[in-house]
């Protein structure tokens, strides 16, 4: 068994990507950042995941500047960020030079540990950024993205662990997006994977089923090291279990985290004031325990985000018939895990599959893509009838997906000019070209010029 159990503080990323929707800004976490600073977190989760895209997209904000702030306020914490693989922050693959550029600037502005995953757990999409964040000197967390299927299996998640600690990562992540993991599956993988791999092991769940609290008294006997926690105000529903509840759960244990409650409950105090803010991006099930999930596998950060594009369409309730098309979609895509971006694939397909009472009918480009094999080898099987459905006569490719990309840096750098104030304004320009360059013009005060001088023409 373990020792002292460390944690992963997720306040400032996973839980708001789960609960608000990504919302939440940058003002209202630089107040609590110098007492998160002095809590004693293994780490704390601050960057990656959907926080990028969003702070762009919805609260034009400059990630980076977000990150830097965050940094200069939490100068002792070790800051950890998600990567998904060769997709970066993104919902596509990107060119090599792209993800490395993005890994050595991350690590250049605050990041400490990366922890890479890859949708379908295909290594051939995690390696650039693996090796990047190793070239970098930082911390690098191998993720094996648990789900449940016919074609997964103990064994399965064992084989995926070893690939990645082949690659040199300095610890191997389960990564529990959906909340699917029961407590004795979790004794059953983790002790294998103690049992073959001498690295630290880590554990990343939700507690949307309910089982989350139970699953990491069990991963704890079963030897993992790391768990993933929130701050109680944005703790439970789709995001992970409270910290002072597993705090509290350990202390006078061999396991006891050694974090002090009196200090965490100052910090609850201040989030539960913040999540008040954020009341229009609450969804309803943010309260509930939905073991209907196991069945439709939806993930925690997708779920509220789902439900609120429902909402723009006025179609929020057809959730019921996008949740239980989405288990056939995925299984005519041969069971790949539902972590972004494959859970935006089978989620928008199950929806137009719903929106439209034709299955199939109207095909995404992304379910396309796919089935091309641009997003990695699936799992397991594809059917062959939508494949032929969908793909005509065409093949998919069997090399990995990246190799089929040219370089991006350069022509991002030339394509954005002069409106790229530094390197890692080009980089999301190559990241996101469209909303980038709009963020820009926002920010720059040249947007709103251009509209003054169309509405006196």
Same mark, same amino acid.
């Given at each position: ?154 064994? *399965? +998640?064992?084989? /995926?662990?070893? #690939?990645? !600690? %082949? ?102 105090? *201040? +989030?539960?004031? /913040?999540?008040? #803010?954020? !009341? %229009? ?177």
């Amino acid at each position: 068994m373990a020792g002292k159990v460390e944690l992963m503080e997720t306040v400032l990323r996973d839980a708001h990507q789960c609960l608000l929707a990504t919302r939440m800004r940058t003002e209202d976490m630089l107040p609590i950042a110098a007492k998160l600073d002095q809590v004693g977190y293994w780490s704390m989760e601050t960057w990656g995941g959907a926080t990028f895209d969003a702070a762009l997209r919805y609260l034009k904000e400059c990630p980076w500047e977000r990150l830097r702030k965050l940094r200069a306020a939490m100068p002792k914490t070790r800051f950890q960020m998600l990567v998904r693989g060769q997709n970066v922050v993104g919902y596509r693959n990107y060119p090599d030079d792209v993800v490395q550029a993005f890994i050595e600037r991350a690590a250049a502005n605050g990041i400490d540990v990366f922890r890479v995953f890859d949708a379908m757990n295909d290594i051939r999409n995690m390696k650039t950024a693996i090796d990047a964040g190793l070239k970098a000197g930082k911390t690098v967390e191998g993720g094996v993205c648990y789900t449940i299927s016919p074609v997964h299996s103990p064994d *399965y +998640f064992l084989r /995926v662990a070893e #690939k990645l !600690a %082949e690659t040199g990562v300095q610890i191997i992540c389960l990564k529990d997006m959906g909340g699917l993991l029961a407590p004795y599956a979790a004794y059953e993988i983790i002790k294998k994977i103690k049992s073959r791999i001498p690295l630290p092991l880590h554990l990343h769940s939700h507690c949307t089923t309910g089982l989350s609290p139970m699953n990491y008294l069990m991963a704890i006997e079963a030897g993992a090291d790391i768990l993933d926690t929130a701050i109680a105000p944005l703790s439970q529903g789709t995001s992970q279990p409270a910290t002072e509840q597993v705090v509290a759960a350990l202390m006078g244990t061999a396991h006891d985290t050694g974090l002090d409650l009196a200090k965490l409950g100052e910090i609850a105090e *201040y +989030f539960y004031q /913040v999540r008040r #803010k954020y !009341a %229009e991006f609450e969804s309803p099930v943010n309260n509930q325990i939905k073991t209907d999930v196991l069945v439709s596998q939806v993930p925690g950060g997708m779920l509220s985000n789902l439900i609120a594009q429902l909402r723009q369409q006025n179609a929020e309730d057809r959730l019921d018939a996008v949740l239980e098309e989405m288990p056939h979609v995925r299984k005519d895509l041969g069971y790949p895990p539902l972590v972004t971006p494959t859970s935006q694939i089978v989620g928008s397909q199950a929806a137009l599959n719903v929106m439209t009472g034709k299955r199939y009918g109207v095909v995404a480009s992304e379910t396309r893509n796919y089935l091309m094999g641009l997003y990695g080898e699936p799992p397991g099987p594809v059917s062959e009838e939508i494949k032929k459905k969908v793909l005509g006569k065409k093949q998919p490719i069997t090399c990995r997906p990246a190799d089929l990309l040219q370089p991006g840096l350069e022509a991002a750098r030339k394509e954005i000019g002069s409106l790229a104030a530094s390197e890692e304004d080009v980089i999301s320009y190559a990241l996101f070209p469209e909303i980038a360059k709009e963020f820009f013009l926002s920010r720059d005060g040249r947007q709103d010029r251009q509209q003054a001088v169309g509405s006196r023409q």
